[in-house]
């Protein structure tokens, strides 16, 4: 069997990702809060791909489970993807340090905190992948999300560097970029239909560039140039913006 875990497994990328992964042959560990939650879906999986899909309860916040969560598996994962998001509210988070540092800490430090011990075990096999979802959000701070932002800027960071540490080891790690993705984290957001991808258009890109070893994937294609556009804007220029 060829495993992949998927961290943060009950947000809808993660869930078509899963399919993706599932419907090219591969079994699956489902990681998440609540993991219960996933069985139906777990199920449906199994009756569709044939494949072998198991689900495991996972903090992200708990920082001191993580050794023994990644211990637990008979089986090492050949692959893991890690697809924990927390958008939380910008307004909020800057008033509320409860909230800004649930934002920070879900969608960096506790990643961070798991994505070390994987990487340790990796680096000592000289084989596997690790792909993170990042988000577009971090490549320049805008008034409306720099909380969100900020963590997902540094989460980038981290995955280029751990990328840059594990090459010699022959573990590759990619950074996903989505730009608007229709989900429940954005389903009170007017998106441009145009600028949107839809859960499965992401994991299929995902699937794709991993098989590849591509290092970083933007998707939709079109937010690369858009980014680039929006990074090249004067400081002077954009911060009067409001973008």
Known sequence: MSYILI???RSDIAKATAREYAKHGYDLYLAARN?????EFANDV????????K???LDILNYDSHPSFYEQFEESPLGVICA????????????????AKQIINTNYTGVVSLLNNIANDFEKRKSGFIVGISSVAGDRGRKSNYIYGSAK??????????RNRLYASQVHVMTVKPGFVATKMTKDMDLPEKLTAQPREVAEAI???????????????????????????PEWKFKGMSI
């Open 207 to 233: 699937y794709k560039a991993q098989q590849k070893n591509k290092s970083i994937l933007y998707t939709k294609w079109m937010w690369r140039w858009i980014m680039l556009i929006i990074r090249n804007i």
């Open 55 to 57: 689900t495991i309860e």
């Open 35 to 39: 993991a219960n939650e996933l069985e």
């Open 84 to 99: 924990v998001g927390y958008l939380g509210e910008q307004s909020k988070s800057q008033t509320d340090f409860n909230e």
């Open 7 to 9: 961290i943060g497994a």
């Open 46 to 53: 199994m009756v569709r791909s044939q494949r072998v899909v």
């Open 153 to 162: 800027a540094a989460l980038t960071a981290y995955l280029s560097g751990l």
